[in-house]
């Protein structure tokens, strides 16, 4: 692979702000040699060389998008077509995850989930919620007192994920790494949003493993 191109892939019912501050994960990485742009979902040129693309724009577009614990299954690649640019999916729907067990569905609700080296999806919806901001306020965003801790959340979500995508396939124990494991929504806005985290040394390694080994 010449580059580590991420692309945030983003339904119409997000807005620029909240692209802009999905964006801010893949710049984290630049340091690692990531590149990244963004695109509407729906837009015909947004999939290709993306992988999982179809499965992420399904997931982005739907209206109650469900996902299992085993998240994006391994693409099964052409085998002269490498999909190179990974993906992090931006819906404003809830994301809820199927745990199947005793017979009895339980539906959990997620803010973002990522497959190893396959891709992410990530959902809005319970940060807009938890900060007060409905549909109708979009308007107001930039100047809404929780509009920064709201964009702030968004960033440090993708970076989670982006942090799975790229070879952390575990969470973290040190208590100032974004690689942490969260509860529930609350946890994760007054423990990661509310506070300064970053990727510790190990993680940082994990991804730089990770990094080589994509660009060699
Ligand atoms: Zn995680
Ligand atoms: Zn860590």
Redesign the pocket.
């Known amino acids: 692979m010449r580059e580590v191109r991420v692309r945030v892939l983003h339904s119409p019912l997000v807005t620029p702000l909240e692209v802009q501050a999905a964006l801010k994960a893949p710049r984290r990485f630049a340091d690692f040699g990531v590149v990244y742009d963004h695109m509407p979902v729906d837009e015909p040129k947004a999939l290709v060389q993306v992988r999982n693309g179809r499965r992420i724009r399904d997931l982005v577009t739907s209206s109650n998008p469900e996902v299992y614990w085993n998240g994006l299954p391994g693409e099964i690649l052409g085998l002269f077509r490498r999909r190179e640019i990974f993906a992090i999916g931006l819906t404003a729907s809830r994301i809820t995850e199927r745990t199947d067990d005793d017979y009895t569905p339980r539906k959990k609700p997620l803010i973002g989930f990522a497959t190893d080296n396959e891709g992410a999806v990530l959902s809005i919806f319970g940060i807009r919620e938890y900060f007060g901001i409905a549909r109708g306020q979009m308007m107001e965003y930039r100047e809404h007192c929780a509009s920064a801790l709201a964009l702030r959340a968004i960033e440090i979500a993708a970076s989670h994920e982006l942090g799975h995508i790229f070879g ?1 396939g575990s969470h ?3 208590t100032t ?4 494991e969260n509860r529930d929504l609350k946890d994760f806005i007054e423990r990661f949003v509310m506070t300064s985290v970053d ?6 390694s994990i991804i730089n493993r990770r990094m080589n080994e994509l660009l060699h």
């Open positions: 952390q973290c124990g040190q790494c974004i690689m942490q990727f510790c040394t190990s993680c940082r």
